[in-house]
């Protein structure tokens, strides 16, 4: 993207630094973010909301700083300069909102970058995993007093098992006959599952298992670590809405324990590490032991597998309705994505007893 309209962008918001420099972060598959150097050093993060897919964006960025204040508010005693090295910070646009808009364009959003933080695609050890754990619990339980009822739900439906069941079935009828023929395999494998894949939906929809905040998109790379492999904070918080913690205990896992990226092509490397699956519930349950509920706890296995097939199915609609929603790099990307998330409910179903 062109760096004279970037600055423009950027000098819109209240930061009092001269962009320097910018380069694009790769890590979405819905919006656009950048790196924004300085002059002073200090660096931002620069985000353009897609909003085809988020419709009210106004809403989701009021989500996303109501959460921030409300963990900020947990750290009294913090600098300004300790809070931007451990939280989200979000920067006001000069009309003192934090989103920058014109009419009919986009809107953008601005973070502090959090320096010297690192985050992986695969998880390399352990420790790593346990980490995440703990990370994803710390967010779950600073924000389990805050009352969800006042998040929009930024997607609704997001997670819902019978509404992705629904667009599946839907796309099955809108695909072309060669992109039908490719996943027949898989077609067969959805209707095996699907009546196992809606227990945590019925239980939701029958109250029986508690509303709080949740991040809902806890894929181990929007998890920030330090240097030395130690927890900062969860980032990305464009979905947070209020949830059951099935669906992050469930996303952390199906990123956590693969043993490849979510697009790997070679099947044969893709393998639930089930070591990586304790050390991950270990550090979760560390932070989250006073607030889980024997339902909550119950659940957490199932959780992994019903986590993997909604993005299975997701991937896989996609796929069927000719690449409309995620962004993809070749003409087969959603098919590979969708035929590794299978293979790691497989390779699940053999290690994880539940
Ligand atoms: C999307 O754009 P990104 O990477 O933050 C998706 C998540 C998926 C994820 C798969 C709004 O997140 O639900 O888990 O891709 N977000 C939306 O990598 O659909
Ligand atoms: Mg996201």
Request: proline content about 2%.
């Amino acid at each position: 993207m062109e760096a004279n309209l970037l600055k423009t962008i950027f000098n819109a918001f209240d930061h009092k630094s001269n962009f320097v420099s910018h380069s694009e972060l790769n890590s979405g598959h819905i919006n656009d973010t950048f790196l924004i150097n300085t002059d002073f050093g200090n660096r931002y993060v620069l985000q353009r909301i897609n909003h085809h897919v988020f419709i009210d964006v106004e809403g989701l960025i009021n989500n996303k700083v109501l959460i921030s204040n409300h963990i900020k508010s947990k750290f009294p005693n913090f600098s300004e300069q300790e809070l931007s090295s451990k939280i989200l910070l979000f920067v006001k646009a000069q009309n003192t909102k934090f989103y920058y808009h014109k009419e009919n364009e986009n809107y953008w959003n601005l973070m502090v970058f959090i320096d010297d933080s690192i985050t992986y695609e695969v998880v390399e050890d352990e420790e790593i995993a346990y980490e995440g754990g703990k990370l994803l619990g710390t967010f779950l339980n600073l924000t389990s007093d805050f009352d969800s009822s006042q998040l929009i739900d930024v997607i609704p439906d997001f997670h819902d098992m019978s509404f992705r069941y629904k667009q599946y079935v839907s796309s099955l009828t809108n695909a072309s006959k060669e992109r039908l023929k490719k996943t027949t395999k898989y077609i067969s494998v959805v209707d095996e599952l699907k009546v196992e894949m809606h227990i945590l939906q019925e239980l939701k929809e029958a109250g029986k298992i508690p509303i709080r905040v949740t991040h809902n998109d806890t894929k181990i790379s929007n998890a920030l670590f330090d240097q030395y492999k130690k927890g900062i904070c969860m980032i990305d918080t464009d979905t947070v809405m209020p949830g059951i913690i099935h669906y992050d205990f469930g996303d952390a896992i199906r990123t956590i324990c693969n043993t490849t990226a979510e697009d790997e092509k070679d099947l044969s490397k893709v393998e639930f590490n089930l070591n990586y699956y304790k050390a991950f519930k270990k550090g979760f349950i560390e932070k989250m032991k006073y607030s889980l509920s024997p339902i909550e706890l119950e659940y957490l296995p199932l959780a992994a597998k019903t986590m993997i097939f909604i993005m299975a199915l997701r991937f896989l609609t996609d796929y069927l309705n000719n690449d409309v929603y995620y962004k993809t790099r070749y003409p087969d990307h959603n098919l590979d994505r969708a035929k590794n998330q299978f293979k790691l409910i497989e390779s699940l179903s053999e290690k994880l007893v539940f």
